[in-house]
């Protein structure tokens, strides 16, 4: 794993080495990555990222290697053999399948940049 903060005598370096780099939160509480941050953990698009907390409350950042989850891997499996053994299964969604979905869903707008309400903080 890449980390963004390292023990103090590496970090105390980097400090003196490289700018600060800042980044501002939107009202979702979302923000770009910087960067300098995204080389110095080799971030493509897609990719993930953990924050650590340590006791003294120094947060970390580091970027999350493909660390799959067996449950999720073992049930794709299944389904992957499922569709190889028996392909006859596979039917297209029906128009009342279809349109059922769309009235329920269709008419519901989703502005990513409106603010979060109280309940959702």
Request: aromatic content about 4%.
């Amino acid at each position: 794993m890449h980390y963004l903060a390292m023990e103090s005598d590496r970090v105390a370096h980097e400090m003196t080495t490289r700018p600060d780099e800042i980044s501002k939160l939107t009202d979702r509480y979302q923000t770009t990555v910087p960067s300098g941050v995204r080389k110095q953990l080799h971030l493509r698009k897609g990719d993930q990222i953990r924050y650590r907390t340590d006791t003294t409350g120094r947060v970390y950042i580091e970027a999350v290697s493909d660390e799959a989850d067996p449950a999720l891997g073992a049930f794709l499996d299944l389904l992957e053999r499922d569709l190889i053994a028996h392909p006859e299964r596979l039917t297209p969604l029906s128009t009342n399948v279809l349109t059922r979905l769309d009235a329920l869903v269709g008419d519901i707008d989703v502005d990513l940049d409106a603010p979060l309400s109280p309940d959702d903080e």
